[in-house]
Antibody, heavy 124, light 113 residues
Framework: QVQLIQSGAEVKNPGASVKISCKAS????????IHWVRQAPGQGLEWMGI????????AVTQKFQGRLTMTRDTSTTTASMELTGLRPDDTAVFYC?????????????????WGQGTLVTVSS | QSALTQPPSVSGAPGQRVTISCAGS?????????VHWYQQLPGTAPRLLIF???NRPSGVPDRFSGSKSATSASLAITGLRVEDEATYYC?????????????FGGGTKLTVL
């Protein structure tokens, strides 16, 4: 079955960086996008960016440009995100999510499987 | 402020039917992009509930249904159960922005009375 397993919770000081990994299994890694989504405490879901495993291309929403780097390693079927310049309001749960890439499918542009989430706490 | 607008909360009694609306615009729904719905139970990751406006992934009960018209969409839940108490999010795509955006609604908390 499809699984996305994320790395564990992190506590960081303001100004630091955090790197979160997302290990994919149960499907052909390069055939699906990987997205990153943030959820601040008590708040809604916020799309951060996308990495295309087949080729490594990325796109980052404007809010996180300059601070967010997303990568993938096809040999280990793992995607990662690094957020720099952390602030207390970056405290959130970060999710990786799989995105279908088949343009003929009605599930295109959806998120059909999610990781369990990684809590990042930014505090001095 | 989300580009997709949902009511913050809805409620219903067990067995009843509730609907959750999602207002979009000409650059997402109106441009032909589908709406997808997610259920997030407290303390858990979101789960895909409806994709492509009205399709259910395997394992999602047929009590859940979705529809979409020009620039609005809705999720209906019939035969409401206590375990349906969760936050529901609509989601779509907007290609008019740079980079193109995957959009979420603000979420609607469903309370089962």
């Amino acid at each position: 079955q499809v699984q996305l397993i994320q790395s564990g919770a992190e506590v960081k000081n303001p100004g630091a960086s955090v790197k979160i990994s997302c290990k994919a299994s149960g499907y052909t890694f390069i055939n699906y996008f990987i997205h990153w989504v943030r959820q601040a405490p008590g708040q809604g879901l916020e799309w951060m960016g996308i990495v295309i495993p087949d080729g490594g291309g990325t796109a980052v929403t404007q809010k996180f440009q300059g601070r967010l780097t997303m990568t993938r390693d096809t040999s280990t079927t793992t995607a990662s995100m690094e957020l720099t310049g952390l602030r207390p309001d970056d405290t959130a749960v970060f999710y990786c999510a799989r995105g279908p890439s088949d343009s003929s499918s009605r599930s295109l542009f959806s998120f059909d499987h999610w990781g369990q989430g990684t809590l990042v706490t930014v505090s001095s | 402020q989300s580009a997709l607008t949902q009511p913050p909360s809805v409620s219903g009694a067990p067995g009843q039917r509730v609907t959750i609306s999602c207002a979009g615009s000409s650059s997402n729904f109106g441009a032909g992009y589908d709406v997808h719905w997610y259920q997030q139970l407290p303390g858990t990751a979101p789960r895909l509930l409806i994709f492509g406006d009205s399709n259910r992934p395997s394992g999602v009960p047929d009590r859940f249904s979705g529809s979409k018209s020009a620039t609005s969409a809705s999720l209906a839940i019939t035969g409401l159960r206590v375990e349906d108490e969760a936050t529901y999010y609509c989601q779509s795509f907007d290609n008019s922005l740079s980079p193109p955006q995957w959009l979420f609604g603000g979420g609607t908390k469903l309370t089962v009375l």
